[in-house]
C-alpha cells in the first residue's frame, strides 16, 4: 500500500498516520463483531469517476 492511494480519501499526513487511524478504527469495529483485526488482512480501495450530472 502506498501513501498515494491512501491520500485519495483526503484524510491523514503520510501513510503512518492513515495506518494508524484506520488500524484503530477497525479494530473497533471488528470487535463488536467478535473478530480480530490482524495487519495482513486485505484492504480494498474503489474509485469512482462521476460520468452523468
Excluded at 500500500?1 to 479494530?27: A, P, Q, V
Aim: aromatic share 20%; proline share 0%.
Amino acid at each position: 500500500m502506498t501513501y498515494d492511494i491512501c491520500k485519495l480519501k483526503g484524510e491523514d499526513e503520510n501513510l503512518e498516520s492513515w495506518k494508524d487511524e484506520h488500524r484503530s478504527f477497525f479494530t473497533i469495529v471488528f470487535k463488536r463483531y467478535n473478530l480480530n483485526f490482524t495487519e495482513d488482512m486485505y484492504v480494498l480501495f474503489e474509485e469512482f469517476e462521476v460520468v452523468y450530472r
